[in-house]
């Protein structure tokens, strides 16, 4: 499986490096996106007249692309938990920053804690890759199935994930629950019959300062065992 962008799953897995697994697992697009346009500036690629322009809508370009140019706030469509929204967004925007304040109603599931990809409480699924949200551009999300820890429940019915966190106490604070929760369901999607040593991989991306994880890992084989009620 892929871990947050990038990561497979596997990889950290048979390495049973952690570290090795975070550095994978998340493709930081917002500092590519930094490169990207001091090399672009560099290279006297972008205009400055096309810097200074006002665009106003991105709709018609539904994936970023290295050579397109955006500035200033432009609407993009995303597709978010199964259902098509408009946002207005600067092409800075990150995709945390979109969902929790730009998005209507605001999804704040995805919770903003470090900002800078070492906490896992904004993950949330791109395009069927785990990904940190506060690392992901809002404009790269055009064309990708976002899914956030609110597009798990069918209904009122919490995911067997989300029961079975309740059901172990896998949550004390809660600001790296929804995470947590997004980590595992992503692995148990692609792992099945993941065993405590695949969990504790797929997590290796979230921090729980609260000491939970040996509650979210029984959680998690709670799931594989069927225990989820
Ligand atoms: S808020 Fe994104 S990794 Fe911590
Ligand atoms: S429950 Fe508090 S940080 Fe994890």
Redesign the pocket.
């Known amino acids: 499986m892929s871990g947050h962008d990038a990561r497979p799953e596997t990889d950290a897995h048979d390495s049973a490096s952690n570290e090795t697994g975070r550095a994978a697992r998340f493709a930081p697009s917002r500092r590519d996106l930094m490169r990207t346009s001091a090399s672009a500036a560099a290279a006297g690629l972008v205009a400055p007249a096309v810097l200074g322009a006002q665009s106003t809508s991105a709709l018609a370009a539904p994936v970023a692309s290295a050579a397109e140019t955006l500035s200033g706030e432009v609407e993009i469509e995303l597709s978010i938990n199964g259902a098509q929204q408009k946002l207005k967004v600067e092409p800075r925007t990150t995709l945390l920053d979109a969902l929790r304040n730009r998005a209507n109603p605001p999804l704040t599931g995805s919770k903003l804690v470090c900002d800078r990809g070492n906490c896992g409480?904004c993950s949330m699924n791109e395009g069927g890759k785990l990904v940190y949200g506060c690392l992901q551009l809002a404009v790269d999300a055009r064309g990708k199935d976002v899914r956030t820890v609110e597009g798990l429940q069918q209904g009122d019915e919490l995911s067997a994930v989300q029961r079975a966190f309740c059901e172990k106490d896998a949550?004390?604070?809660?600001?790296?629950?929804p995470g947590?929760v997004m980590a595992i369901t992503h692995c148990l999607e692609n792992h099945p019959k993941a065993d405590l040593e695949r969990i504790k991989a797929a997590c290796a991306g979230n921090?729980?300062?609260?000491?939970?994880q040996p509650h979210v890992f029984e959680a998690a084989l709670s799931v594989v065992q069927g225990g989820a009620k």
């Open positions: 409480a949550s004390m604070c809660g600001f790296c629950t947590f921090l729980c300062r609260c000491g939970t």
